[in-house]
């Protein structure tokens, strides 16, 4: 049986408000046949008409757009402003006149399929069964899911990465569920600041790094048409921040560490000031995850292996006298020649025999984390460290024990430190780790540089 044919027409119109003339924001306007001036509301209700057959049937939109602002003929809003209180774009009012008008042609092709030609009643219970559902006009968190899902795939983002930006978007929520994009005027963005910095504690660094993320989703709005805001191009809040301390073992620390004998290696308990009550002697048990931790970490020390590569290392990597892999986090083909250390570490674990291939006993970064912190004590790594932080104008001098600021990533800091300090270039060191310019190998060669300056000192006597 053939298709059956539905004529119909759609019509998108303002349904208009009279107005006294003496009225605040009037819209006027003059009939081209009579002549007269009539005076309107200035903004007005989107309707819609449609007719089919003998058919007529009207739909609110649930739009309201400013007449000055609306075009009769193209039955669209004019390309590039806004309307009402709420600034709702015309690029989000004309995508919902295009998607309702294209949902009204699919239900009319369902009739047509079923070769019904509908009565007001059965296109009306037809239309607003769906509508709310079908008909959705774009959220400010629809776009930045839009920017994150478009993002990740042309940059290639890790998982690490979609978690910080989901991150992101759960403090943007809870600072403002209802956000739109004019939320983030200059005063929105200084809002946005005072919420990270008193409501979730933040540090000045740790907020300067979630509004660099903010602004680049602000900018890609804007360049795709959705953001019309502009006060991010200029925000610069002067927030004191200090430079970050390169945490690392010096070789003296590091030939403690890795001789360590764990025979009698025991646990410090310590009172709420810090001194020692008693010492426990550790099981065999702990000895032994100390020790395969205590290597590990060392192997990072002498290879520049970040965590997520040395957990990843395959025996099938290891090649001769090398090492070849390609990074977790960069995804740059490095070789790292094996040195006598780096070797022993290999050779120790053998013959031994892990999930996947693996060459060395690695556990979850977090447990080695907190293992390398009672590491780090039982080998009295104690030597004072002073960092400093900013919350606004407020700064924090906090002092820890160096082994209570191990962490995994430690191990590729005391390589490259070592490593400057003994007179190997930094070109050299940059074809170990992956660094691909000086910017991010600065802060290590300021280490080293500091170092010699306290070694040449020890001739001053």
Known sequence: MAKTEIKHNVLFFTDKEKSEPTAENVFIEVDQKTKETKYYHYDAKVRIRIRWEKNVINFNLGERVELAKWSTDAQRCNAGTTHGKKKRTAKDINKKIETTSNYIDSIFNEFAEKNIIPTVDEFRNRYNHETASTIKVKTFFDYYDDFVNKQSVENSWKYATLQKFATIKNHLSEFNKTATFETFSKDGLNDYISFLRYTKDMRNT??????AFVKWFLKWATIEGYNKTDAYLTFAPKMPKAEKKVIFLDWTELMTVYNFDFTNAKKKIKNNKGEIINEI???DENKKALEKVRDVFCFCCFTSLRYSDVENLKRSDIKKDEIQITTIKTDDSITIELNDYSRDILNKYKNEVYPNNKALPVISNQKMNDHLKDLGEICELDSSITLTHYKGAKRFDVVYKKHELLT??????????????????AET??????????????PYIDVANDEKKKAMNLFNR
């Open 429 to 442: 060191v940059m074809k170990w780790t992956g660094h691909s310019d000086y910017k991010s190998m600065q």
């Open 281 to 283: 002697e550790l099981t």
């Open 408 to 425: 995994t990533h430690c191990g590729r800091r005391t390589f490259i430190c070592n490593a400057l300090m003994l007179g190997i270039p």
């Open 206 to 211: 740790t907020i300067l790094k979630q509004l």
